[in-house]
């Protein structure tokens, strides 16, 4: 009976220490699928963070190249701040703040050719090629659109050397009257005021080049006809100048033969 219990005894240790090994078991592979869950859960959330991290660097080192390229956008633009602008309306111009500059030019060159008889009955030919006129013209407004201004710098066609040839600064009343203080051409002479890139012939007649009384440092009005009376329209104008005398653009105030002079001439439909 002792033998029977024993060996009963032995072999229900051996059963329970079989069962608690499986469950042993059990517990330690479910424990490794944990393990190998948690790790590939782990390395999951390290790879978004590491993506995530990748992308918040590439995003601040876009943003930092967008900011130095905005950056340096604005220091080459930075008149456009103050609203200038430049263009082209019929002329070249650069604008903005109620300032306007227009930017023309103008270039003549020609050919000369001059024949002659001398007393002997020789035939003396000369011809050549010159420039006969280059200039630049800056006009505009400052401020406001009533106050004007012109600058025209010219070359010279003998040494072709560049000289201030008009300057001149102007108020424009809302009556249409317009007082204009600088050095530039006395207003006489319908064919001398014409411009001369606008003239009809190649250059201005011998009578104009020697009666004109040129230019000369002077304060000018110019009044519309319209002013006095409505029939005459806006082209018909009158200028009264006040000067220190004609061809005296280019002597000092102290220094002019004349000390005062006054021209009035009337336009009856020039511009």
Request: with cysteine; aromatic share 8%.
């Amino acid at each position: 009976m002792v033998k029977r219990r024993l060996t009963g005894l032995v072999a229900g240790s051996l059963a329970c220490g079989m069962a608690g090994s499986a469950i042993a078991n059990d517990e330690v592979a479910q424990l490794r699928e944990e393990l190998a869950s948690m790790r590939a859960e782990l390395a999951q959330v390290k790879a978004q963070t590491g993506a995530s991290w990748m992308d918040e660097a590439r995003e601040a080192e876009l943003r930092a190249m967008v900011e130095d390229v905005i950056a340096d956008a604005s220091t080459r633009t930075a008149f456009q701040d103050g609203g200038l602008s430049a263009g082209h309306d019929g002329k070249f111009f650069l604008e903005g703040g109620g300032f306007r500059m227009n930017v023309s030019g103008q270039i003549q060159v020609r050919g000369v050719l001059n024949t002659s008889d001398d007393r002997d009955g020789d035939e003396e030919v000369l011809d050549g090629i010159e420039v006969r006129r280059a200039k630049v013209t800056l006009d505009g407004n400052i401020v406001d659109p009533k106050i004007g201004y012109f600058v025209t710098f010219s070359s010279d066609d003998s040494d072709g050397n560049t000289f201030l040839e008009d300057v001149g600064i102007s108020y424009k009343y809302d009556s249409g009257i317009v007082v204009t203080a600088g050095r530039f051409k006395l207003p006489f002479l319908r064919e001398e005021l014409i411009s001369s890139k606008r003239q009809i012939a190649v250059d201005r007649g011998v009578s104009t080049e020697f009666f004109t009384l040129n230019r000369a440092d002077l304060v000018q009005v110019e009044v519309p006809l319209s002013v006095i009376s409505e029939e005459h329209g806006d082209k018909a104008k009158l200028f009264l100048a006040y000067s220190d005398g004609g061809d005296s653009f280019s002597t000092e105030a102290l220094d002019d033969t004349v000390d005062y002079a006054f021209h009035l001439a009337v336009d009856a439909g020039g511009e």
